[in-house]
Structures are given as structure tokens and as C-alpha cells.
């Protein structure tokens, strides 16, 4: 559901807006099952020292069906549908200009909902000064180029970490989201993707295929969203939510063939009352933290059951649910927790919500070890302003001003929530563990 | 067990659902029986994942229908997310109906003529059907088939001259062959047996105190999906005292005299009887491996029932105590006596119901005479009486009752044979109007 604003801006008015100097949000191109993964030919560009590594990636886009060229030049008329910057070899921040003056030449032949993506390495420790600010660099050059991109068109990086190859199958993964329309509302990340296999018989259409995932809140809003994007991606989906919540809940469950489970997250048997719904279905792959409430108070009016309520709901029940299922010794169990752009930039009236937010992180952080040793992997997904009931009592002004503080200049949807927790979840995202993907549109505050 | 039953394959409670139980008139004015049953099916289905699933059989019923219901349950299965190739049926016997629906998909899972069922009622007070009185029924269908205006307009003058004709039926809860009142008639029973007004109460305060503690415990979480906005059933009254249920005024048994001519104190009181409610109820049977090819979970068999019938008419029995002969020809059947049942559960049409069961089964003239034993059925244990609450409590939606206890009774076998490790037993016993019984007896799986 496209914002009223974001409407009329792309709307009869559009030459208005751009003359009055107005932000012009897009309409951006979201995932369709069967739809073209590009809106057009993929340009892979690349420093001297990291040729061998743009020959890999484009063999890998080509064996995607995609129109893959290593030159800029283009047909009168035709635009680039994304452009991957490959920076993986440079060793000297001054080898990378050509191909990144290249990437710039490119940009005004890039079609609306265009991508742009680099493929580098994370600075690692013992790096040599130069290597170190070389591999650096790139994250300050994908955050600028995603705030200077229009029309929908974002950057995003894929950062290799730990001598991850270039074609393992998370690094091919993940430059697949960021192409993907799946990632629509991400921009200006940086995801570090540490080593993993080869990119063998992926099925990309239902990377879920199999597997059993839990969403908790998942009687509306994002959790809905969650729930419905991962039976398209093949999973039987278990949904929770408060008792008090079952009627949407079971109605959520009934159009996702899954099956209801109402509890409240904060009980003590949570964990096993999960482990016991998604038995009958072939046992415990995926969880999604998603169940969250907030109760918005500047602190100097804060009261305990504020504070304590959020940290239960949003923080407690994650850690003692996963705490559980660590004990139990779950195999390769995928982990996504929601955080939120409040627990990285803070919110004013949201010292709870926010402590809660950034407690996920870092609880995820620390987890994503834990459970890699059974094959698992913890990560977390960061919604900035999310178009959903909750955000729609926030009063007209506030909301308005939160939608055009992006760089995509408007709110997200629920969906695209999910699609980035279902690309974490799923098993050739197995190298990205211990991050939090941020999917607000760029938003203006914050890392 | 017993000889006497015929070795069939079990038929086993996989769960249920209903939704919660709400007092007439109030949350659930604008919803029908079609709308409630389908909600509570729709809830049994995403509970235990069933969308587009062909099961064998979907059977019950409502008390109270609308002419429009006439397909009442095959219709709500196909407003629901279950296969449409799901046969269904209607049936109905009274307050018993819920119950009756489980006898009959037993009996059906037992041999082997399908494999999986749901069984359950609804009923609805808010939207009770309306009639119009005979007079004006017969006008309305003459003026039908009349072939002519001027033989219309004959059909429908007796009706401009006589304007009480056009005066609603509205359904109430008497029996059409004494004219009394349910409560009338069990008033009758609660004096002939000396009830009191206190042990009413007692019955009326657990009823209330037990419900609300199941609630506060989550025990039905998983029994229960909310539905138009509400969540809990609303008749329950967790602050309930016995000192509020001594101030309510009788209704019931109020002109009643004793064999002297002498007036006998009225004890019913809105209190210690069952309002008149809105709700429905589902409960999901299987063959064994019907269940276990499912990874479901087995709570309980549906091991034996038995219904019974009293001569009410002539004033020779109450009307609301066939169970007391259904249960004794049930346990015996079975090789079983009260003392090895865990859970009772009996329906509180009135408190004074559950009383006078007791009573009669603890009499041994009675239950000589009355019901062919050599002495005393026995006495039931209060303390495994209607543990998590009853109508009372929760309510009667007529149909849905049955399911209710079931599901119920399921939960709590299962809960106990797992903390003890040995079998656990529930009876249930539910009467109904036309001196029915409906009775039936659920084990630990």
C-alpha cells in the first residue's frame, strides 16, 4: 500500500513536485514469483586486482539468465539494470578509481529501481594501513552513492569476510537479494558474509522449500507479512501470538495452510510449547522473533510496567527462547530476531523500546557463535518506518515527516520486512550470522 | 474392560476448539449459527493445520435454527478452509446434540467407515428464529398457492380481522408436553430431593471460581479462539462471592406447595442457573493412525456412550434426570464404578441438576427401585467435580455444550495420565430437554 503522498508525487502533479523542489519518493518494484530478477542488462565492473573475482560473478549472473556486460556501453535507449562494482582485490585505495568513475559514468543510463552493488572485502585485523582503508572505503562510498541514487535505485554492498570466495553460495546469495526486488527497501547497507560453500542446486523460487519456520506476532501487520512471504518461499509456517489475538491469528494461519499457536512469548514454556507445535510438521528450522509492543514514554515519566513490559515482550522472552532451544541442541537452526532503527539512531519517548531494540542486537551478536557450532545462524532485520497498524496511530505530521526522512524518501512496507528475513533464513544465506540488516530505506539517522 | 462390547478399532480426541461463550443479547447479536460454527471450525483447522484437508465426516447441530439453516453444517464446512469434498450433517437431540455428534463420528471411526471427524453444535439466543403463529402461517400459504388476486386477497382477509394473529412465536424453553418451563420442571426435582438454596450456591460459586482459574492458568488457550472482539467467555464471574449469590431472588419453584398444601421455599435463583448463552464448539477425532500419520496429538479415547430417555409426562420422573440411569448402565457396561473415574464432568443446566444426579445416585431405595442396582450407585467425589468449571459458569449455548465438556475432559485425562503415569478417566453426563441423557466416558490416550 503505496502512501498518499508517494502517489500524488508519481501522479498528473509529478513535473510539479520536481519543480518545486519536493521529495519525489518512487513507486518501488517489488518481488513477483516468475518476475525478471533485474529491470535490466547487469554492468560488472571491476578494479584491475579484482578481475578474476568480476569474472566469477558474472559467470554466476549469466548462469542466472541474465544479460551480463563488462562494458558500459549501451543501445540508444536502453538503461543499466544494475551495476556490480567488484573491489574485492584492490589492495591501495588509489587503484580504485577507474572502476568506480566508471560505476559514476553509468548512473544517469541506470533504469528507475536500478541497482548498484559491491562486492569488497571487510577490513580484517592485521591488515596493513592501506589494505585496511582500502576495504574500508568502500562502505562510505555505497552509503553516499545510495543517498545520491533516484528513483527507487539503491546501493547496497556485499562485504566478504574471513577469505569467504566471491562464488561461495552467501556471498552469491546475497548479491542476488541486493539485485533482487526482493531487497527494495534496503539501501546503503553493508552486509558481511563470512565463508561458506559453493553455490551448487540452489532453488532460488523457493528457497524455503521444506522447512518449518515459527513467526511470532504474527496475527497482523509485519509478523503477517513474515508468515505469508515464507509459505510462498515453501515453508510450513507455525504462527504465534497472544490468546487474546487468535482470531486474526487463525485466520492468518488458515491462508498460509500453517498451523496457530497461541502463547505469549514471555511464558516460561514458550520455547518447548514451540518446539511441541512444529513437531508434527517435521521439526524446528527457522524462528523469527518478531513479537514486539511498544509503550512510548519520555523517561522522566516513565513507570515500571512501561520499562519491564517492553523489555519482556521485545528483549527477555528472545533470550530465555533461545536459551532453550540452545540447550535443546536444535540442528541448524536460523535465528532472526527484529530489531529496529530505534535500538541503532535511539527515539525520543523510546528509552525502553530502544534499549530492548539494541539488547537484540547485541544478544544476536553474541548468539550467532552458539549456534553456528549446531549449523545455525543467528542474525537480525532493522525496520526504520514500516507502513503498518502501529505506525498508523502515530499522529499525521510525525508520520509524514518519518516518511521522507530516507533516502527512498517514504515508509516501507511489511513485506519488506519479510523478504529480508526470509533471505536470512534460508540455507544459502548460511555465512551471514551475527548481523543486523537494516530495511528502512536509508534512513537519515544512524549507521 | 467388559466382554459385553464388541472389539472395534479406538477411536481417539485429537483436540478441539470453540469459541468463547457469550451471554444472549450482548457481543454476538448480529452473528448466526452458521457464522459462529464456521468460526469455531476454522479455528480447529489452523490449530491443527487441516486447510484443504478431506476429512470423514463433519457432524452437528444447533437447538434453535433459523428455516434458512437447513443444511446448517455442511454449509459452515463449506465456508471453511477444510476440503469441500468434506461431507457433513445435521442432527439434533436438544441440549445433548454435541455430545450425540460424538457418538455418532465414533461410532464411524470404531468401524472403520472413516478415518477422521469433527463433531460439535452451535446455538444462538441473539438470533433465535422468530415464527409466525399458525393462523397466520396457514393465510400466508394459501394466499401462495392461490391462483387468482381476488383469491389472495380471500386467503389474507381472516388476518386484517384479526390483528393478534400477526403476533411472533418467539422459541422459549418449554416443554411442549407439560407447558413447565425447564427451570419450572427441575424446581419440581430440587424439591422433591430437599436441595437447598446454599448447596446451589456452593455448586454456582465453584462453577464460577473454577472457570475463572482455568482462564488465569491459559488452560484454554489452546481450546479456545476468540472471536468478534472477544476473548474470554463473558458470563464468568471471578469475583463472585457466596455472600453475592445469597441475594439474588428466586425465579424458579415459586408457587411450589409440598404434599401438605403448605408453600415450599423457591432455591433457584438466576445465580445457580445456566443463562441463556451464544457460542460454538468443535472437537477433532481420529482413527489412531489416522492421527499419528499426522504427528497429531492424541489426548484421549472416545471410549463408550450411552444415552437415556424418562417418563417426565406423567410426573413420574424429573425431567432433567435421565443421566442418573444412563451412567450406571455405562460404567457397568464397561466393568467400571464411580470410584475409578478421575474427572466428572456434568453439565450444570442448574445447579440443582448436578445436585439431584448426586443425590440419586447416593440413594439406595432410588437406585433399587428406580434403576434395577442391588443398592447405592455411589457418591461422587466433589472434589473431582467439574474441575476447570461448567455451564454455570461458561454458560450453555445448547448445541455447543457437548463439545465444550469434551474437549475439556480430552485436556484433562491427558494432563493427569502424563503427571501420574497411569490411565485417567473422564465421565461425562449432559441432560436435555424431552428427559433426555446423554452420557459418554473418555480415557487418557
Same mark, same amino acid.
Given at each position: 500500500m503505496t502512501d498518499s503522498y508517494t502517489r500524488f508525487a508519481n501522479g498528473g502533479l509529478k513535473p510539479l513536485v520536481k519543480k518545486l523542489g519536493l521529495p519525489?519518493?518512487?513507486?518501488?518494484?517489488?518481488?513477483?514469483?516468475?518476475?525478471?530478477?533485474t529491470v535490466g542488462p547487469v554492468l560488472v565492473v571491476s578494479d584491475d586486482a579484482s578481475a578474476p573475482d568480476a569474472d566469477a560473478v558474472a559467470e554466476v549472473l549469466t548462469g542466472w539468465d541474465l544479460d551480463v556486460r563488462r562494458a558500459a556501453d549501451l543501445a540508444e535507449g536502453e538503461k543499466f539494470g544494475a551495476v556490480v562494482l567488484v573491489l574485492s582485490g584492490a589492495e591501495h585505495p588509489e587503484d580504485v578509481s577507474g572502476a568506480v568513475l566508471t560505476v559514476g559514468g553509468t548512473l544517469r543510463r541506470l533504469a528507475g529501481n536500478g541497482r548498484v552493488v559491491t562486492v569488497s572485502r571487510a577490513?580484517?585485523?592485521?591488515?596493513?594501513?592501506?589494505?585496511?582503508?582500502?576495504?574500508?572505503?568502500?562502505?562510505?562510498?555505497?552509503?553516499s552513492l545510495g543517498k545520491e541514487l533516484r528513483g527507487g535505485?539503491?546501493?547496497?554492498?556485499?562485504?566478504?569476510?574471513?577469505?569467504?570466495?566471491?562464488?561461495?553460495?552467501?556471498?552469491?546469495?546475497?548479491?542476488?537479494?541486493?539485485?533482487?526486488?526482493?531487497?527494495a527497501y534496503v539501501d546503503g547497507q553493508i552486509l558481511p558474509v563470512g565463508p561458506s560453500g559453493t553455490a551448487g542446486d540452489v532453488d532460488w523460487d523457493q528457497p524455503l522449500a521444506g522447512k518449518v519456520a515459527v513467526v511470532t506476532g504474527a496475527a497482523r501487520g509485519i509478523g503477517a507479512a513474515i508468515a505469508r512471504t515464507m509459505a510462498r518461499d515453501g515453508?510450513?509456517?507455525?504462527v504465534v501470538d497472544v490468546p487474546p489475538a487468535g482470531e486474526a491469528l487463525s485466520a492468518v494461519a488458515n491462508s498460509v495452510n500453517g498451523v496457530a499457536l497461541q502463547l505469549d512469548v514471555t511464558a516460561a514454556d514458550a520455547a518447548d510449547k514451540i518446539l511441541a507445535a512444529a513437531r508434527p510438521l517435521g521439526g524446528l528450522d527457522i524462528l523469527v522473533h518478531n513479537a514486539g509492543i511498544t509503550r512510548d514514554k519520555l523517561l522522566a515519566n516513565m513507570k515500571a510496567d512501561r520499562w519491564d513490559s517492553v523489555i519482556a515482550v521485545n528483549l527477555a522472552s528472545q533470550l530465555r527462547i533461545n536459551a532453550r532451544l540452545l540447550e535443546e541442541g536444535v540442528e541448524s537452526l536460523r535465528i532472526v530476531s527484529l530489531a529496529s532503527t530505534s535500538g541503532i539512531a535511539g527515539n525520543k519517548g523510546q528509552t525502553n523500546y530502544g534499549y530492548s531494540k539494541a539488547g537484540v542486537i547485541g544478544h544476536t551478536a553474541a548468539t550467532a557463535p552458539l549456534v553456528a557450532a549446531a549449523g545455525g545462524t543467528a542474525n537480525a532485520v532493522a525496520p526504520g518506518f514500516i507502513e503498518t497498524e502501529m505506525t498508523a496511530r502515530i499522529p499525521f505530521a510525525t508520520r509524514s515527516v518519518a516518511r521522507m526522512m530516507p533516502s527512498?524518501?517514504?515508509?516501507?512496507?511489511?513485506?519488506?520486512?519479510?523478504?529480508?528475513?526470509?533471505?536470512?533464513?534460508?540455507?544459502?544465506?548460511?555465512?551471514?550470522?551475527?548481523?543486523?540488516?537494516?530495511?528502512?530505506?536509508?534512513?537519515?539517522?544512524?549507521? | =474392560?467388559?466382554? *459385553?462390547?464388541?472389539?472395534?478399532?479406538?477411536?481417539?480426541?485429537?483436540? #478441539?476448539?470453540?469459541?468463547?461463550?457469550?451471554?444472549?443479547?450482548?457481543?454476538?447479536?448480529?452473528?448466526?449459527?452458521? %457464522? =459462529?460454527?464456521?468460526?469455531?471450525?476454522?479455528?480447529?483447522?489452523?490449530?491443527? #493445520?487441516?486447510?484443504?484437508?478431506?476429512?470423514?465426516?463433519?457432524?452437528?447441530?444447533?437447538?434453535?435454527?433459523?428455516?434458512?439453516?437447513?443444511?446448517?453444517?455442511?454449509?459452515?464446512?463449506?465456508?471453511? *478452509?477444510?476440503?469441500?469434498?468434506?461431507?457433513?450433517?445435521?442432527?439434533?437431540?436438544?441440549?445433548g446434540t454435541g455430545l450425540e455428534a460424538a457418538i455418532a463420528v465414533t461410532n464411524k471411526i470404531k468401524l472403520g467407515q472413516i478415518e477422521s471427524a469433527v463433531a460439535g453444535g452451535t446455538d444462538t439466543i441473539s438470533d433465535a428464529p422468530i415464527a409466525v403463529g399458525d393462523r397466520l402461517r396457514r393465510a400466508l400459504l394459501q394466499a401462495n398457492h392461490a391462483r387468482s388476486t381476488g383469491d389472495r386477497v380471500k386467503a389474507l382477509l381472516p388476518v386484517l380481522s384479526h390483528p393478534k394473529w400477526l403476533a411472533p412465536e418467539t422459541p422459549d424453553t418449554g416443554e411442549p408436553r407439560t407447558g413447565l418451563s425447564m427451570g419450572e420442571h427441575q424446581a419440581i426435582t430440587t424439591a422433591k430431593w430437599g436441595i437447598t438454596r446454599e448447596a446451589q450456591d456452593e455448586i454456582a460459586l465453584k462453577s464460577h471460581q473454577n472457570l475463572y482459574r482455568a482462564w488465569e492458568e491459559g488452560f484454554f488457550d489452546d481450546l479456545v479462539t476468540p472471536f468478534r472482539g472477544l476473548s474470554r467467555d463473558d458470563n464468568v464471574r471471578g469475583d463472585t462471592s457466596a455472600e453475592k449469590l445469597a441475594k439474588l431472588k428466586p425465579v424458579f419453584g415459586k408457587s411450589l406447595t409440598g404434599e401438605d398444601g403448605a408453600p415450599q421455599p423457591a432455591t433457584m435463583t438466576a445465580g445457580n442457573s445456566t443463562p441463556l448463552t451464544d457460542g460454538a464448539s468443535a472437537v477433532l477425532f481420529g482413527s489412531r493412525d489416522w492421527a499419528e500419520e499426522r504427528n497429531?496429538?492424541?489426548?484421549?479415547?472416545?471410549?463408550?456412550?450411552?444415552?437415556?430417555?424418562?417418563?417426565?409426562?406423567?410426573?413420574?420422573?424429573?425431567?432433567? =434426570?435421565?443421566?442418573?440411569?444412563?451412567?450406571?448402565?455405562?460404567?457397568?457396561?464397561?466393568?467400571?464404578?464411580?470410584?475409578?473415574? %478421575?474427572?466428572?464432568?456434568?453439565?450444570?443446566?442448574?445447579?440443582?441438576?448436578?445436585?439431584?444426579?448426586?443425590?440419586?445416585?447416593? %440413594?439406595?431405595?432410588?437406585?433399587?427401585?428406580?434403576? #434395577?442396582?442391588?443398592?447405592?450407585?455411589?457418591k461422587v467425589d466433589r472434589s473431582k467435580l467439574n474441575v476447570n468449571g461448567s455451564s454455570l459458569a461458561a454458560g450453555h449455548p445448547f448445541a455447543a455444550t457437548g463439545g465444550r465438556i469434551l474437549a475439556t475432559a480430552a485436556k484433562l485425562v491427558h494432563a493427569r495420565a502424563a503427571e501420574t503415569g497411569t490411565p485417567a478417566r473422564a465421565l461425562i453426563s449432559v441432560c436435555a430437554a424431552g428427559g433426555l441423557g446423554v452420557t459418554a466416558l473418555v480415557e487418557s490416550a
Amino acid at each position: 500500500m503505496t502512501d498518499s503522498y508517494t502517489r500524488f508525487a508519481n501522479g498528473g502533479l509529478k513535473p510539479l513536485v520536481k519543480k518545486l523542489g519536493l521529495p519525489q519518493p518512487a513507486i518501488l518494484r517489488r518481488y513477483r514469483p516468475g518476475s525478471p530478477l533485474t529491470v535490466g542488462p547487469v554492468l560488472v565492473v571491476s578494479d584491475d586486482a579484482s578481475a578474476p573475482d568480476a569474472d566469477a560473478v558474472a559467470e554466476v549472473l549469466t548462469g542466472w539468465d541474465l544479460d551480463v556486460r563488462r562494458a558500459a556501453d549501451l543501445a540508444e535507449g536502453e538503461k543499466f539494470g544494475a551495476v556490480v562494482l567488484v573491489l574485492s582485490g584492490a589492495e591501495h585505495p588509489e587503484d580504485v578509481s577507474g572502476a568506480v568513475l566508471t560505476v559514476g559514468g553509468t548512473l544517469r543510463r541506470l533504469a528507475g529501481n536500478g541497482r548498484v552493488v559491491t562486492v569488497s572485502r571487510a577490513p580484517e585485523p592485521g591488515d596493513a594501513p592501506v589494505l585496511a582503508a582500502a576495504r574500508a572505503g568502500v562502505e562510505g562510498l555505497v552509503r553516499s552513492l545510495g543517498k545520491e541514487l533516484r528513483g527507487g535505485s539503491t546501493a547496497n554492498g556485499v562485504q566478504l569476510t574471513g577469505g569467504a570466495a566471491v562464488d561461495s553460495v552467501s556471498a552469491v546469495a546475497t548479491l542476488r537479494f541486493f539485485l533482487s526486488a526482493k531487497s527494495a527497501y534496503v539501501d546503503g547497507q553493508i552486509l558481511p558474509v563470512g565463508p561458506s560453500g559453493t553455490a551448487g542446486d540452489v532453488d532460488w523460487d523457493q528457497p524455503l522449500a521444506g522447512k518449518v519456520a515459527v513467526v511470532t506476532g504474527a496475527a497482523r501487520g509485519i509478523g503477517a507479512a513474515i508468515a505469508r512471504t515464507m509459505a510462498r518461499d515453501g515453508a510450513r509456517v507455525v504462527v504465534v501470538d497472544v490468546p487474546p489475538a487468535g482470531e486474526a491469528l487463525s485466520a492468518v494461519a488458515n491462508s498460509v495452510n500453517g498451523v496457530a499457536l497461541q502463547l505469549d512469548v514471555t511464558a516460561a514454556d514458550a520455547a518447548d510449547k514451540i518446539l511441541a507445535a512444529a513437531r508434527p510438521l517435521g521439526g524446528l528450522d527457522i524462528l523469527v522473533h518478531n513479537a514486539g509492543i511498544t509503550r512510548d514514554k519520555l523517561l522522566a515519566n516513565m513507570k515500571a510496567d512501561r520499562w519491564d513490559s517492553v523489555i519482556a515482550v521485545n528483549l527477555a522472552s528472545q533470550l530465555r527462547i533461545n536459551a532453550r532451544l540452545l540447550e535443546e541442541g536444535v540442528e541448524s537452526l536460523r535465528i532472526v530476531s527484529l530489531a529496529s532503527t530505534s535500538g541503532i539512531a535511539g527515539n525520543k519517548g523510546q528509552t525502553n523500546y530502544g534499549y530492548s531494540k539494541a539488547g537484540v542486537i547485541g544478544h544476536t551478536a553474541a548468539t550467532a557463535p552458539l549456534v553456528a557450532a549446531a549449523g545455525g545462524t543467528a542474525n537480525a532485520v532493522a525496520p526504520g518506518f514500516i507502513e503498518t497498524e502501529m505506525t498508523a496511530r502515530i499522529p499525521f505530521a510525525t508520520r509524514s515527516v518519518a516518511r521522507m526522512m530516507p533516502s527512498l524518501a517514504q515508509g516501507g512496507e511489511p513485506v519488506d520486512i519479510a523478504e529480508a528475513i526470509c533471505f536470512l533464513a534460508s540455507d544459502p544465506a548460511v555465512g551471514v550470522n551475527g548481523q543486523t540488516l537494516r530495511v528502512c530505506g536509508q534512513h537519515l539517522v544512524g549507521k | =474392560m467388559a466382554s *459385553s462390547i464388541p472389539t472395534t478399532r479406538e477411536a481417539v480426541i485429537i483436540g #478441539g476448539n470453540r469459541i468463547p461463550f457469550s451471554r444472549a443479547g450482548k457481543k454476538y447479536v448480529r452473528t448466526s449459527n452458521q %457464522d =459462529m460454527f464456521t468460526a469455531a471450525l476454522e479455528g480447529l483447522v489452523a490449530r491443527f #493445520g487441516l486447510q484443504g484437508e478431506r476429512l470423514g465426516e463433519v457432524v452437528g447441530g444447533a437447538v434453535l435454527k433459523n428455516s434458512r439453516d437447513f443444511n446448517l453444517i455442511r454449509e459452515s464446512v463449506l465456508g471453511s *478452509s477444510l476440503a469441500p469434498v468434506t461431507p457433513a450433517y445435521d442432527l439434533q437431540q436438544a441440549c445433548g446434540t454435541g455430545l450425540e455428534a460424538a457418538i455418532a463420528v465414533t461410532n464411524k471411526i470404531k468401524l472403520g467407515q472413516i478415518e477422521s471427524a469433527v463433531a460439535g453444535g452451535t446455538d444462538t439466543i441473539s438470533d433465535a428464529p422468530i415464527a409466525v403463529g399458525d393462523r397466520l402461517r396457514r393465510a400466508l400459504l394459501q394466499a401462495n398457492h392461490a391462483r387468482s388476486t381476488g383469491d389472495r386477497v380471500k386467503a389474507l382477509l381472516p388476518v386484517l380481522s384479526h390483528p393478534k394473529w400477526l403476533a411472533p412465536e418467539t422459541p422459549d424453553t418449554g416443554e411442549p408436553r407439560t407447558g413447565l418451563s425447564m427451570g419450572e420442571h427441575q424446581a419440581i426435582t430440587t424439591a422433591k430431593w430437599g436441595i437447598t438454596r446454599e448447596a446451589q450456591d456452593e455448586i454456582a460459586l465453584k462453577s464460577h471460581q473454577n472457570l475463572y482459574r482455568a482462564w488465569e492458568e491459559g488452560f484454554f488457550d489452546d481450546l479456545v479462539t476468540p472471536f468478534r472482539g472477544l476473548s474470554r467467555d463473558d458470563n464468568v464471574r471471578g469475583d463472585t462471592s457466596a455472600e453475592k449469590l445469597a441475594k439474588l431472588k428466586p425465579v424458579f419453584g415459586k408457587s411450589l406447595t409440598g404434599e401438605d398444601g403448605a408453600p415450599q421455599p423457591a432455591t433457584m435463583t438466576a445465580g445457580n442457573s445456566t443463562p441463556l448463552t451464544d457460542g460454538a464448539s468443535a472437537v477433532l477425532f481420529g482413527s489412531r493412525d489416522w492421527a499419528e500419520e499426522r504427528n497429531l496429538p492424541v489426548l484421549a479415547t472416545f471410549v463408550d456412550a450411552e444415552t437415556a430417555g424418562v417418563d417426565f409426562v406423567h410426573g413420574h420422573e424429573g425431567l432433567l =434426570m435421565a443421566p442418573v440411569a444412563a451412567v450406571p448402565r455405562l460404567l457397568t457396561r464397561n466393568g467400571l464404578t464411580l470410584e475409578d473415574i %478421575d474427572f466428572f464432568e456434568i453439565h450444570e443446566a442448574f445447579a440443582a441438576t448436578v445436585l439431584t444426579t448426586l443425590a440419586a445416585w447416593e %440413594d439406595a431405595d432410588y437406585c433399587r427401585d428406580e434403576l #434395577g442396582l442391588s443398592g447405592a450407585f455411589g457418591k461422587v467425589d466433589r472434589s473431582k467435580l467439574n474441575v476447570n468449571g461448567s455451564s454455570l459458569a461458561a454458560g450453555h449455548p445448547f448445541a455447543a455444550t457437548g463439545g465444550r465438556i469434551l474437549a475439556t475432559a480430552a485436556k484433562l485425562v491427558h494432563a493427569r495420565a502424563a503427571e501420574t503415569g497411569t490411565p485417567a478417566r473422564a465421565l461425562i453426563s449432559v441432560c436435555a430437554a424431552g428427559g433426555l441423557g446423554v452420557t459418554a466416558l473418555v480415557e487418557s490416550a
